[in-house]
């Protein structure tokens, strides 16, 4: 299969343009409101005192989490030594880069500062949304794929999908569509049905880190590594390296005793 090479401008009205990518990041706030007031009606949520106000407000820092989180993690995670040498060049958010594992210490540091306002303890608050982010994630991994960005590796078989993007006529994994179905959607379904429950505090948001840490790892080995990095010790991409500490942290909340 040729990738469509969907136009990446969904919405042109004279000079204004909206792009699909930042169609896809509205939709998963929207998703993350939507399921945030369904998350606060559950009893165990209740009982601890959330209120549809509290997901509202925690959607405002954890926007700014993402973006300056997201920006700043493949900055200085990815290309450290350009950045170093071309500091304002981190504003150009227009030419592209964003890193999850950046974002994902943004959202927790948004936690971090909502809990501490609120005088809670930090899992409180991150099991609180911990299962409202991996449909977030998923619309994220659309937007990759109607971009056409971050393909997959070749599949050195005779199937795979053609990524002009790529600069050649190999047959890729869409990896962008196996991290939406494994991180985003089963991650979402499995995280969700988990969290129905009453947990020990920081255990759903355990999962998360466990979950999320296994599906990118595994799935990184069909993605293409960064052509400015390749591949680093013991053949493992920068996504793998940071995904094992989410992995070890996820095993570690998952496992501890209640103090």
């Not at 469509?4 to 998703?31: E, S």
């Not at 962008?176 to 009453?198: D, H, K, N, S, T």
């Amino acid at each position: 299969m040729m990738h469509p090479q969907f136009d990446p401008i969904a919405i042109q009205i004279g000079p204004l343009a909206v792009h699909w990518y930042g169609l896809m990041y509205l939709m998963a706030f929207m998703q993350y409101l939507a399921l945030g007031h369904l998350r606060v009606q559950q009893p165990q949520m209740r009982a601890k005192g959330f209120v549809g106000q509290d997901i509202e407000d925690l959607l405002f820092y954890a926007v700014l989490g993402v973006i300056l989180g997201g920006r700043l993690g493949y900055c200085f995670f990815y290309m450290p030594s350009y950045y170093l040498a071309n500091p304002l060049d981190i504003f150009k958010v227009w030419q592209g880069g964003m890193a999850f594992h950046g974002g994902f210490l943004g959202v927790v540091v948004a936690i971090a500062w909502f809990a501490k306002k609120r005088g809670l303890h930090f899992f409180t608050v991150a099991d609180l949304i911990a299962p409202l982010v991996p449909f977030g994630l998923a619309f994220g991994r659309i937007g990759n794929f109607i971009n056409g960005e971050l393909w997959g590796r070749p599949t050195n078989a005779t199937w795979g999908m053609i990524f002009p993007q790529a600069g050649d006529q190999l047959l890729r994994h869409p990896s962008q569509l196996y991290q939406f179905g494994g991180e985003g959607v089963f991650l979402g379904i499995i995280l969700w049905l988990y969290a129905r429950q009453p947990r020990e505090i920081g255990q759903t948001s355990g999962v998360f880190a466990l979950g999320y840490g296994i599906f990118r790892f595994v799935v990184e080995y069909s993605r293409e590594p960064d052509r400015f990095l390749g591949t680093l010790s013991l053949g493992l991409s920068m996504g793998q390296w940071l995904s094992i500490p989410m992995i070890l942290l996820g095993i570690y909340l998952c496992n501890r005793k209640k103090s």
